[in-house]
């Protein structure tokens, strides 16, 4: 099938000129005379590649540009921005717009022509690299702070690697996140540095550039534990935008979501395949569980797309015994962790999962049994 270019420009000459160059090369055309009916057209016509004006009376070439990069599904469109300011002022604008290429009117057709083959391949050889499908997303809540989430989280995305999935941790708690200490990262800024951002300068390659590959074979978007950042919470289309762009970039994506449900928390729910809550197993922690819980099901979010992990923290004498606990929550608990206090600070000394530091561990091997249900669970309806 001959690959599809969208023309935009207010002129109509030039829209019939290019249009017949690129026609007569085997390229399937479509044409839009305005920013408007650009954005329009990129959404139904799903184009290979858009040669864009950037001179238009409604909305010019920059602004469709930042519009187009801020929507997830179509902001790994190529651009070539195709305009008479030729000036270095101007080209800069385009590439700090979004733009994946520029070209100067008039252009001689054998340029274009190039200029367009060449940004084809490109694309075609990063389309080649990525993963077919979006990730499957698992989000990970804390019932209340200090249970251990960010542990759990961080276990089952190193556990997803080993196995072969090609696996995106994201810590997306700004102000107040961990995984970059428990996993020794220099970068703990990456979070902080892409939602500061307009949502139209939040691409595929912005966000690429702030993971951090650690040794357990994952990528990290870390958050900052710097509570100055705390504000950064409310960019809540920031959000969204950074998991639907990091979804297109893995098989797996993992999201420690701290606790609660935040305004942020609950325009995430509906981006996340399943859920897993966790909780220790004291009184008030299972009531917060099972609070979480009620609020899930408010957000349509179906039981059985959740997992509850009890992380044992307390002594026998004073543990709810398994049957009490179930009864409270009025549902199975998926597993709960035996304690491991030593091996967990030892593993966050060291920045190591557990799953790796100690795979022959009694902890460990419940973990991975915790991430072969989920896995088993990929793809199968609610």
């Not at 187009?68 to 385009?94: C, E, Q, Y």
């Not at 075609?124 to 698992?138: C, D, M, Q």
């Not at 249970?147 to 997803?160: E, F, I, K, P, Q």
Request: glycine residues 6%; charged residues 20%.
């Amino acid at each position: 099938m001959a690959e599809k270019i969208l023309i935009v420009d207010d002129d109509l000459d030039t829209l019939k000129l290019v249009g017949l160059i690129l026609q007569r090369h085997g390229y399937q055309i479509v044409a839009a005379n305005g920013g408007v009916k650009a954005l329009e057209k990129v959404v139904a016509e799903q184009p290979d590649i858009i040669l864009l004006d950037v001179m238009m009376p409604d909305i010019d070439g920059y602004e469709v540009t930042r519009r187009l990069r801020a929507n997830p599904s179509v902001a790994h469109i190529p651009i070539i921005m195709f305009t008479a300011k030729g000036l270095l002022d101007d080209k800069v604008a385009g590439f700090e717009a979004g733009a994946d290429d520029y070209l100067t009117k008039p252009t001689h057709p054998a340029e274009l022509v190039a200029h367009v083959k060449a940004l084809l391949a490109r694309s075609r050889a990063g389309k080649a690299s990525l993963p077919s499908e979006h990730a499957h997303t698992i989000a990970f809540f804390g019932a209340k702070g200090g249970v251990g989430t960010s542990t759990v989280a961080v276990n089952v995305a190193a556990a997803l690697a080993q196995s072969g999935q090609d696996t995106i941790l994201a810590d997306l708690q700004p102000g107040s996140g961990s995984i970059s200490l428990m996993l020794n990262l220099a970068q703990s800024k990456g979070l902080a540095s892409i939602v500061s951002k307009p949502v139209g300068d939040l691409n595929q390659r912005a966000v690429s550039s702030q993971l951090v590959s650690h040794p357990s074979g994952i990528r990290i978007l870390a958050a900052s534990p710097s509570p100055r950042e705390a504000g950064l919470a409310t960019n809540v289309a920031q959000f969204e935008a950074v998991v639907k762009i990091l979804s297109g970039m893995c098989k797996a994506l993992v999201l420690d979501l701290g606790t609660g449900l935040s305004e942020v928390n609950r325009r995430l729910t509906a981006l996340c395949d399943q859920f897993v809550i966790v909780t220790d197993l004291t009184r008030v922690a299972l009531l917060q569980t099972k609070a979480l819980l009620n609020d899930l099901n408010g957000l349509n979010v179906a039981p059985a797309r959740i997992e509850v992990v009890a992380v044992n923290r307390v002594a026998a004498s004073n543990q709810t015994s398994w049957s009490i606990v179930e009864q409270i929550l009025g549902r199975r608990v998926s597993l709960v962790v035996t304690p491991a206090a030593d091996l967990a600070y030892q593993a966050a000394d060291i920045g190591t999962p557990i799953v790796l530091l100690r795979p022959d561990s009694l902890t460990a091997d419940q973990l991975r049994n915790l991430t072969t249900q989920l896995v088993q669970k990929f793809r199968q309806p609610a």
